[in-house]
């Protein structure tokens, strides 16, 4: 299916009514990558809250900070339902801190493309696999380059359709939202980090 049929095909749905309706078209072939940042957390009180059939998953790179951890647990918590982590291919790890230490990233451009793409791109790519839909939190105004992006887009470099629930909010929507329905968040916010 093309993306504008599904582009007309949501037309004069809310958010929740988008993303049911795309879960029971897609079935097992829908998934959500959490970060855990504000946009992730509305995106996966949306998805728990209402029970609506979408995968979750994070990428547990092995460098997360204790807050992700903390907010990682607690949404575990509150919500009851999984979230999948996929890590790492060990070997891949292994090899590369082996050789070039845990903290190769700041010596190069090469070694810090290294290091995304074991910690990562190659995770990322496995949770895509057999998937057709993939929600993510994407926003409109969190940079200039993503005003031109619409919510429903194909993704021809992982060959499926990404869709941004919340792409017209703003951040002020965000937090009023995480504020309004008592959703847990990441406190690094707080200190700045804006993602």
């Given at each position: ?5 599904l582009k ?9 009514e988008?993303l049911l ?11 959500f ?5 504000w946009e992730d ?5 949306l998805i728990?809250a ?10 547990e790179?092995?460098r ?5 951890y903390?907010?990682w647990?607690r949404?575990l918590?509150?919500y009851?339902k999984p979230?999948h982590?996929?890590y ?5 790890l292994?090899e ?7 903290n190769?990233?700041y ?5 810090r493309?290294?290091?995304?793409y ?12 057999g998937n ?5 939190g ?5 940079s200039a380059n ?11 470099g992982n060959q ?9 909010w703003?951040?002020?929507d965000?937090?009023?939202f ?15 980090f804006?993602?």
């Amino acid at each position: 299916m093309g993306v504008e049929q599904l582009k007309a095909e949501l037309t004069g749905l809310n958010t929740i009514e988008k993303l049911l309706y795309l879960a029971n078209k897609y079935a097992d072939r829908i998934i959500f990558s959490t970060s855990f940042g504000w946009e992730d957390q509305a995106i996966t009180h949306l998805i728990f809250a209402n029970d609506i059939p979408i995968k979750v998953f994070t990428l547990e790179t092995g460098r997360l900070f204790p807050e992700t951890y903390y907010v990682w647990n607690r949404t575990l918590e509150v919500y009851n339902k999984p979230i999948h982590a996929y890590y790492p291919k060990n070997e891949l790890l292994q090899e590369m801190v082996n050789t070039k230490g845990p903290n190769s990233f700041y010596e190069s451009v090469e070694n810090r493309k290294e290091c995304c793409y074991i910690r990562k791109i190659e995770p990322l790519k496995r949770a895509l696999t057999g998937n057709e839909i993939w929600v993510t939190g994407i926003r409109a105004e969190q940079s200039a380059n993503r005003e031109d992006m619409h919510d429903l887009e194909w993704d021809e470099g992982n060959q499926l359709i990404k869709f941004h629930p919340i792409f017209d909010w703003t951040l002020e929507d965000v937090k009023t939202f995480i504020k309004e329905n008592n959703i847990v968040y990441n406190t690094l916010h707080d200190k700045g980090f804006p993602s």
